[in-house]
């Protein structure tokens, strides 16, 4: 289901205000109850929000909204102020070989979040999964085949602050995607370097098996 930015404009009210009922939201949405609970139901089905009962003296009983944790990431909790501190922690590392290992132990932590996310049995087919999950994210993402090899194109770079300041979290996007999709990736291309997307795609040496894979047999 996408991620509509009338979504996110209720997100951000609970975020900021906390549990609200359908008329509290209405009246500071300036739209109708129907309109309100469009959305809330919207909401309710990703798992971005929790109803919770309200009992009155009188009348019938009300219904509060409030985030999940779910809902609060998506609503701007990113913590990007620690999010860049820690990189910068990252890049004082003077140890190549322990800044490797942090970023794959790092990529690794990350592809385990989204796990139960990615299916499929081939390659292809987890990488529209992966597009689907980022989609839901607001990252747009789009799976092109090249010569019969699948390719990851990202068209916004989730990371721009960090990525302009150290091309190691291009790194670090490599190792969770190829982590996520189950094969080992390459970049290809890259938005620092004037592309126009940063692409990726399973190895040189895996990428001749496909071809080989779907090439046909002469009898």
């Given at each position: 289901?996408?991620?509509?930015?009338?979504?996110?404009?209720?997100?951000?009210?609970?975020?900021?205000?906390?549990?609200?009922?359908?008329?509290?939201?209405?009246?500071?949405?300036?739209?109708?109850?129907?309109?309100?609970?469009?959305?809330?139901?919207?909401?309710?089905?990703?798992?971005?929000?929790?109803?919770?009962?309200?009992?009155?003296?009188?009348?019938?009983?009300?219904?509060?909204?409030s985030l999940t944790t779910k809902g609060r990431r998506r609503s701007g909790e990113n913590f990007a102020d620690l999010a860049i501190a820690l990189w910068q922690e990252i890049r004082?590392?003077?140890?190549?070989?322990?800044?490797?290992?942090?970023?794959?132990?790092?990529?690794?932590?990350?592809?385990?979040?989204?796990?139960?996310?990615?299916?499929?049995?081939?390659?292809?087919?987890?990488?529209?999964?992966?597009?689907?999950?980022?989609?839901?994210?607001?990252?747009?993402?789009?799976?092109?085949?090249?010569?019969?090899?699948?390719?990851?194109?990202?068209?916004?770079?989730?990371?721009?602050?960090?990525?302009?300041?150290?091309?190691?979290?291009?790194?670090?996007?490599?190792?969770?995607?190829?982590?996520?999709?189950?094969?080992?990736?390459?970049?290809?291309?890259?938005?620092?370097?004037?592309?126009?997307?940063?692409?990726?795609?399973?190895?040189?040496?895996?990428?001749?098996?496909?071809?080989?894979?779907?090439?046909?047999?002469?009898?």
């Amino acid at each position: 289901m996408p991620f509509l930015d009338s979504d996110i404009t209720v997100l951000d009210i609970l975020r900021k205000r906390g549990g609200m009922t359908v008329s509290e939201l209405s009246e500071c949405l300036g739209v109708t109850g129907t309109a309100v609970r469009q959305r809330l139901n919207r909401l309710l089905e990703e798992g971005d929000i929790q109803r919770e009962r309200m009992e009155t003296l009188r009348g019938r009983p009300r219904h509060c909204y409030s985030l999940t944790t779910k809902g609060r990431r998506r609503s701007g909790e990113n913590f990007a102020d620690l999010a860049i501190a820690l990189w910068q922690e990252i890049r004082a590392i003077d140890d190549a070989e322990m800044k490797r290992g942090l970023l794959q132990r790092v990529s690794g932590r990350m592809a385990q979040l989204y796990a139960g996310k990615i299916q499929g049995k081939s390659v292809t087919e987890r990488m529209n999964s992966l597009a689907v999950l980022f989609s839901e994210r607001r990252l747009p993402v789009k799976i092109n085949t090249t010569d019969g090899v699948p390719q990851i194109s990202v068209e916004v770079c989730p990371y721009p602050e960090l990525a302009e300041q150290d091309r190691s979290v291009c790194s670090m996007e490599r190792l969770l995607f190829s982590e996520m999709i189950g094969e080992t990736l390459q970049l290809t291309d890259c938005r620092l370097d004037g592309d126009c997307n940063c692409t990726f795609q399973v190895s040189e040496q895996d990428a001749n098996k496909m071809v080989m894979q779907i090439e046909p047999v002469e009898c």
